[in-house]
């Protein structure tokens, strides 16, 4: 068992779906466990507002999303939503097609990290 990773996706119709990715482990030592290394191409760092939610948007870029202490709920253009929470992974893929909703969830500013991996 690795580390769960909500990935947000389009397929070929422009559809935005959720599915669960799993990063295995491949090193275990007396540090932890850790994965491959995966690329990436640098390090956002963001805050937004409490009351900040989003219309339908396809993402910018695909990235990983690090949700530090606050969540945020999204909702794929099939319907399906999510709240991520404080500490969760989302690697969202739907940079075409109708894209997906985000709701603030908390009544706090919710810092995240966004890593692009494009």
Known sequence: MGIR???LY?????ESH???????????GPEGKTSALQS?????FR????????????????QYIINLDAGVKLTASDGESRV?????????????????LSKAVATTLRHSIFVPID
């Open 5 to 7: 990773v909500h990935n």
């Open 10 to 14: 389009c397929d070929a119709n422009g």
């Open 18 to 28: 959720w599915r669960d990715v799993n990063i295995e482990w491949v090193n275990e």
């Open 40 to 44: 990436a191409n640098g390090i956002i």
């Open 47 to 62: 805050q937004t507002q409490a009351e900040h939610d989003r219309p339908w948007h396809p993402a910018p870029r695909r």
């Open 84 to 100: 991520i929470g404080a500490g969760e992974v989302i690697l969202v893929e739907d940079v075409t097609g109708k894209g997906h």
